[in-house]
């Protein structure tokens, strides 16, 4: 309703219906500090850097990751101090030359209407503004103010081009873009093509694509090597089942992206009580090319164990309307409860897979069945002398 009269854009209201969808809450115990965040910013604090000077080795680079604040500062007080330092400089070259005295009208000074500070601070903002409004100009008296402005000039010249150069990378940054690439709040396992599966869901709100877009999962987990090293962030990654061979994807409408859970998966060996007990985090990468810029960006969440809901599916978004195929991001999260093993991968191997299990399944409604039935003819012999 509220999207409906305008009150709050169409394009936020979706992005909070995606994350925003009512799952069960697991109680666990206190984790360990996230590592990637829901929004993607990476949770580390860079500590005891000794070499701060290499920082100023690349001054663009650092200009475009300050806060807007701090560009506005430095953009506001680079003009503003060229403008005094010059002002100061063509104060100079008229007292040197004496153009602050009064003279006849015969004296030619090196540059005209030049009388006080104030006068020259303002020429020096023409000359850098290239503004000139026509009561002060450089004459061919002197060969220094002649330098000093082509130096104004080129000076000029380099901060307007690094800093709105700046300004445009800061405004057309790729993680803006980022921000209408919605990932599922949370991570599904069940089984898919007879196999058990970890799946998540994502999808791009805008109608321009993601070109060549690929996507790349990673388990953070405390390990220890047989050497007795301790890997407090071992960064582990999977592979996702994609029938092309490859990890691109053409995400028109929203995907579902699955990893079997095989032999070289770290969660091969986790069963649905190992998942909440384990300080666990999956982060999922989705990079591509900005269809109308043309400029790379990166999408990143990641899941928690408790984040991770064992036995459940992804609903369908799709439905084919009038020859069109409209998508429904209400239901982007949504999930249903589907009849899963509530063991390990590797248990269900060695119990010999999903069919085993099938057949186990449809063996015991039969037996029940027929302890039932053996029951009530039991039942009605022990009442029949009775009546």
């Not at 993680?175 to 599922?184: D, G, K, M, Q, V």
Request: net charge neutral.
């Amino acid at each position: 309703m509220l999207s409906r009269k305008g009150l709050i854009p169409e394009d936020y209201l979706l992005t909070r219906l995606a994350e925003d969808v009512q799952q069960p809450i697991f109680k666990t115990k206190t984790r360990k500090a996230r590592f990637v965040a829901k929004n993607g910013t990476c949770n580390v604090a860079h500590t005891n850097i000794r070499e701060q000077g290499r920082f100023l080795l690349d001054v663009f680079t650092t200009l475009v990751d300050l806060k807007w604040l701090h560009t506005l500062i430095i953009f506001t007080m680079s003009f503003l101090c060229t403008w005094l330092l010059f002002a100061m400089a063509w104060w100079l070259i008229a007292f040197a030359h004496g153009d602050l005295d009064e003279k006849d009208d015969d004296f030619v000074p090196c540059v005209t209407d030049i009388h006080s500070f104030s006068s020259a601070f303002l020429f020096s903002i023409e000359v850098q503004v290239t503004i000139g409004f026509g009561g002060r100009m450089v004459t061919e008296e002197c060969l220094s103010a002649i330098v000093v402005l082509i130096i104004q000039n080129i000076v000029g010249l380099l901060i307007n081009a690094i800093m709105l150069g700046c300004i445009f990378m800061k405004t057309a940054q790729a993680n803006r873009r980022a921000e209408t690439l919605i990932f599922s709040k949370h991570g599904v396992i069940s089984i898919r093509n007879n196999k058990l599966c970890f799946m998540i869901r994502l999808g791009d709100l805008r109608k321009s694509m993601i070109i060549s877009a690929t996507v790349r999962m990673q388990v953070v987990m405390r390990s220890t090597t047989p050497e007795g090293e301790v890997i407090p962030l071992d960064q582990i990654d999977i592979h996702m089942d994609n029938p092309v061979g490859t990890n691109g994807i053409f995400l028109v409408a929203p995907l579902i992206i699955c990893h079997v859970i095989n032999k070289e998966s770290p969660l091969y060996d986790l069963s649905p009580v190992d998942l909440q007990n384990n300080d666990i985090e999956v982060i999922v990468v989705l990079e591509g090319v900005v269809e109308t810029t043309g400029i790379t960006t990166q999408a990143r969440t990641s899941y928690l164990s408790e984040e991770i809901l064992w036995g459940q599916r992804f609903v369908p978004t799709i439905t084919e309307e009038e020859g069109t195929y409209a998508v429904d991001y209400s239901k982007f999260g949504n999930t249903v409860r589907v009849p899963t093993p509530s063991c390990s991968a590797k248990k269900l191997d060695e119990a010999g897979g999903t069919s085993w299990l099938k057949l186990h399944e449809q063996a015991t409604p039969r037996t029940s069945a027929r302890k039932r039935r053996l029951s009530m003819r039991m039942k009605q012999r022990s009442i029949s002398p009775l009546a």
